[in-house]
């Protein structure tokens, strides 16, 4: 058993990673998670979360400027978004997040913000994996391969 040291943490921690995918199979991927004591973790999270905020005020403002212009035109108000959108704004957050919580991967492509986009569009599944498994690893501990 290893004596444990404290003020010493890793850079980072490697994960094997399974979730369905969409052909009902199940697909893997390892991970280097960037370490973060539970504090670093939520402030992470805060940050993320500010990321996102900031972005939908910028949006709402937008649209009731929008709005303003259509009444003043006398034309219908849509304030609606459609939904290639709302989806692409999911698309890059949890990208940004993902980023933000992995070192690498053992993909045959480099992780970069490109390949990490596109696997956030492509298997939703592996993406939420990644963002519940980096949560569950930095604030409850649970790495067991």
Do not use: C, H
């Not at 280097?32 to 504090?39: A, G, I, L, Q, V």
């Not at 402030?43 to 939908?56: G, I, N």
């Not at 986009?117 to 930095?138: F, G, H, K, N, W």
């Amino acid at each position: 058993m290893a004596k444990l040291i404290l003020g010493k943490p890793p850079k980072t921690i490697s994960k094997d990673l399974t979730f369905p995918m969409l052909d009902g199979t199940t697909g893997s991927i390892k991970v280097d998670f960037k370490y973060r004591t539970r504090s670093d973790y939520a402030k992470f999270v805060d940050d993320q979360a500010e990321k996102v905020k900031v972005q939908a005020e910028a949006e709402l403002a937008a649209m009731k400027a929008k709005a303003a212009e259509q009444k003043e035109a006398g034309t219908s108000i849509d304030l609606g978004m459609p939904e290639a959108d709302m989806q692409a704004r999911k698309t890059e957050s949890q990208a940004d997040f993902i980023l933000g919580a992995l070192d690498g991967w053992n993909l045959d492509i480099p992780f970069d913000r490109e390949a990490v986009v596109q696997l956030v569009d492509e298997v939703p599944q592996a993406a939420q994996t990644i963002i519940a498994a980096y949560r569950e690893a930095m604030t409850e501990g649970r790495l067991g391969n």
